[in-house]
């Protein structure tokens, strides 16, 4: 139980703590600690399973794979932002003393929504990420990133309380069928699950779907994820996309365990195919012709939680390819996000239209940038055509082959459409000046790094996470 | 005690029909502090006599309770309407005549919605499930119906008090840390929504959200 509370605690405390100071060196120590130290609990939660206290801190297969891509991603983007927000080529006083006590305290919400089992914690956690990340994506104080945290803060509120009303409809549920008093933790409520009034368990389960489906992006609720992803510091967006979404569909994947348990999951599946394939199709759309090359990897990430929801709706091996999907997309994604910030500190613009031979002028992102579109477009040997693959794959083999087939056009389409973007954004020569100095390790490493995890887990899948993946998968639905 | 309890969500659905008819912004934040300060009193009401729950967590959860959605929370958005200088919501998306009738008619509907949904467990309350529903839904209006940042606060509150009247089903089952924890969230999150307003009021001269919509595709 101490390792799960230090694992909240540390970087809650350390946040709190860099609220209070401004010095530049305090604050970039506090952040490095605060990365370091996590990575360092979450590794030795790998070696050594944590005990918990009954489900209010417990950390099981599930929250172990969400927490691992939270705390690997934190330490990259952290690394990251140092150099970001301290380079010489800050266009304004590096403000740290804005930055590091949310992103610390956003990582503190995070990890309790992975290491606990209990829904009442589970939703303060989740609205918890809302509240420390909103100044994040305020941090330049302009109006359209003012405009873009309002949305943020209100629709995901809104959409949040929705899963607040889900998670009583549950334990009104639970009420209804245990002598004690409901008491809302996962355990319980898997075992009273298969009595459960169905209709109180539906209904929850449609709030929390567009509750923490808000939070997630899935459309329509999407609304206010490409203005937050576009306005947001680039290691933010990083993290909004890689981490944050995963939170939020950790939260759907909870009910989601409740209405297996229930036996009654066909009602849920449906729901989240008919919700993922309407995020995969509407995100697509919008990334054909995008301008602004942020939009088009926030539209994309609409586009690969969609996919998740697929695989987990589709079930069987396709439940496996989600979580590998998850996994993929957070480190192909983030490093994306980096290397957009790199690519707009050197050209100073997020339109597409005006970027020329960005591959000349950035030596190590332009090429480094071109991989991971390659990546996230789902292209072999890259870890996300294996599971983009795997999904397929199961919808083929259970014989629904028209939403396989939908599926992969739906992908190609995509693929094609953000090659449209890119492609001549890296190409040609330069419409900038030659840069005058090499691209600084701190911005391209990070990037480096992730990219060459999601090129690994293409070739090489390690025996520990693949465990754990079907472990995960079999609790979600899939055959394990 | 169904009728004490009663009575106050009687009272709770005037007061949320009143909020989607103000036009006076000080009114509508007056309005939703009467409404919590209505919803604090709901678990000592609805639980005390039966003597189920710990009588400390249940006054516990009524200050805590009061104390934010009475206190706290409508003192900071007067203050935010104040400093931002509008006083009057100036044409509504919605009409306020036409919110007034509709707000009615999500009434009704909920008197209906609760017939339809059999509750699960005990009845504590007669009017607890369709006052939850209005309530829920009277918040949704005043969201799309209202375009100032005060009032749309004002909406995602009431919102928030239809869910917490929810939340009195399952009164004293969840622990007090927890149900505080709630309450803190929403503490922060009107403290955040308050200084996006201030920076809005400043950015814009006035906190009417149509000035965000520069971010489109």
Known sequence: ?480 | MTGAADALLLLVLITGLFIVWSGRLAACVRAIAVQGALLAALPLVMWAPGGDVPVAHLVLMSVGALAVKAGIIPALLLRSAREAGARREVEPYVSLHVSALLGAGLVVLSLWLARVLVPPGPVTATLLLPAGFATVLLGFLMLVARKYAVTQVVGYLMLDNGVFIFGQTLAGSIPVVVELGILLDLLVAVFVMGIAIYHIGREFDHIDTRALNSLRD
């Open chain 1, 1 to 480: 139980m101490e390792h799960l509370a230090a694992l909240v605690l540390v970087p809650a405390l350390l946040g709190v703590a860099a609220l209070f100071v401004r010095g530049t060196r305090l604050q970039v120590g506090a952040l490095l600690a605060g990365a370091l130290l996590h990575l360092v609990l979450t590794g030795a939660a790998w070696v050594r399973r944590p005990d918990g206290y009954a489900d209010y801190l417990r950390l099981d297969d599930v929250g172990m794979l969400f927490l691992s891509i939270t705390s690997v991603l934190f330490a990259a983007v952290a690394v990251y932002a140092v150099g970001y927000l301290t380079g010489p080529t800050h266009d304004e006083p590096a403000r740290l003393y804005r930055f590091v006590p949310y992103l610390l305290l956003f990582l503190a919400a995070m990890t309790l929504v992975a290491v606990t089992r209990h829904f009442a914690v589970l939703w303060a956690a989740v609205e918890a990420t809302t509240l420390s990340s909103a100044p994040l994506v305020y941090f330049y104080r302009r109006g359209p990133a003012l405009e873009a945290a309002w949305k943020y803060l209100m629709i995901c509120s809104v959409g949040i309380a929705l899963a607040l009303l889900g998670t009583f409809f549950l334990g009104a549920a639970e009420a209804a069928v245990t002598t004690g008093p409901p008491g809302l933790a996962l355990t319980d409520l898997m075992r009273a699950a298969p009595v459960m009034p169905r209709g109180w368990l539906r209904a929850a389960f449609v709030l929390a779907l567009v509750g923490y489906g808000t939070k997630m992006g899935l459309v329509p609720l999407h609304t206010w994820l490409p203005d937050a992803h576009s306005q947001a510091p680039s290691p933010v967006s990083a993290l909004l996309s890689g981490a944050l979404l995963n939170c939020a569909f950790l939260g759907v994947l909870r009910f989601f365990q409740v209405c297996l348990a229930s036996g009654d999951a066909a009602f849920a599946r449906t729901l989240l195919l008919l919700l993922g394939f309407v995020s995969i199709a509407v995100a697509t759309a919008f990334l054909i012709g995008q301008r602004d090359f942020k939009r088009l990897f926030a539209y994309s990430s609409v586009e690969n939680v969609g996919i998740l929801a697929v695989g987990v709706g589709l079930g069987g091996a396709a439940t496996f390819g989600a979580m590998l999907h998850a996994v993929n997309h957070s480190f192909a994604k983030a490093g994306l996000f980096l290397l957009a910030g790199n690519v707009l500190r050197s050209y100073g613009t997020t339109d597409a239209g005006e970027i020329r031979g960005a591959v000349r002028q950035l030596p190590l992102s332009g090429p480094l940038l071109f991989a991971l579109f390659l990546a996230i477009g789902g292209l072999p040997p890259f870890g996300l055509f294996m599971s983009e693959f795997t999904i397929f794959q199961s919808a083929i083999g259970d014989g629904r082959t028209r939403l396989g087939l939908l599926f992969v056009a739906l992908l190609a389409v995509a693929f094609l459409a953000m090659a449209g973007v890119l492609l001549p954004m890296l190409q040609g020569e330069s419409n900038r000046p030659p840069a005058t100095a090499r691209e600084r390790a701190l911005a391209v490493v990070p990037p480096l790094l992730l990219a060459a995890a999601v090129l690994a887990l293409g070739v090489y899948l390690p025996r520990t996470l693949d465990t754990l993946l079907h472990a995960v998968a079999g609790v979600v639905g899939g055959t394990s």
